[in-house]
Each structure stands twice: as structure tokens, then as C-alpha cells.
């Protein structure tokens, strides 16, 4: 029981942040479609491993930073330059595993694209 207890507050934790977050979304576009291509273009195993490994550490990130940004909120209401600075520490660190994947997909994909 414990154990589909933590499942439904998983599931409740990922429909909060899907309708809460566009970026969330906007990165489940992303995957959807590097997915799609590798369907199309038929990438190998290895290729495959790397998309979901790159599209999964995206998605878990933004639901950190997001669970980040409600938990400085809840800390203080007020204006702080060191809560901007964690959220905006967080915000990047979605941002650079975001460019990363990006570049691991040209990398994967451009052969059949270009």
C-alpha cells in the first residue's frame, strides 16, 4: 500500500507541475519529437539510450527547479536578491542540460537531416 501511495504522489506531483509549468510541457514536446525521429530514421540501440537518458535528465530537472522555486516561495514571500539567486541557479541548471541535449540531438539526428 505504501507503495501506491508514493505512486499516486509522484502522479500528483507531475500533473501539478504539467499544468502549472509551459516549460515542462514545452520539454515533453521536445521528447516527443526527438522520439518520433528515431522511430523515423530507425536509430540504433546505443542512439536510442542516449535520447531517453538526455530527454529524461531534462525533464527531472525542471521538475527540480520547480520544486525549488515553490519551496523558496513557501520560505519567503518577499523580495530577495538570494532567493532569485537559487531560482536562477536552478533555472540554469535545466538550461544547460536543455543546450546539451539539443547538441546530443544534432548530433544523433544531422546525419539523417543535413
Not at 527547479?65 to 541557479?89: C, M, P, W, Y
Amino acid at each position: 500500500m505504501k507503495l501506491i501511495k508514493s505512486l499516486g504522489f509522484a502522479l500528483n506531483g507531475l500533473t501539478s507541475a504539467w499544468r502549472g509549468q509551459a516549460n515542462l510541457r514545452i520539454h515533453f514536446i521536445a521528447t516527443l519529437v526527438a522520439s518520433s525521429l528515431g522511430f523515423y530514421f530507425k536509430i540504433r540501440p546505443w542512439e536510442w539510450c542516449v535520447i531517453i537518458l538526455v530527454c529524461t535528465l531534462v525533464i527531472s530537472l525542471e521538475l527540480i527547479n520547480t520544486a525549488i522555486e515553490h519551496f523558496t516561495d513557501l520560505v519567503t514571500r518577499e523580495q530577495s536578491a538570494l532567493a532569485g539567486k537559487v531560482k536562477d541557479i536552478s533555472a540554469a541548471a535545466v538550461l544547460v542540460a536543455a543546450i546539451s541535449s539539443l547538441i546530443i540531438g544534432v548530433i544523433i539526428f544531422g546525419k539523417h537531416l543535413f
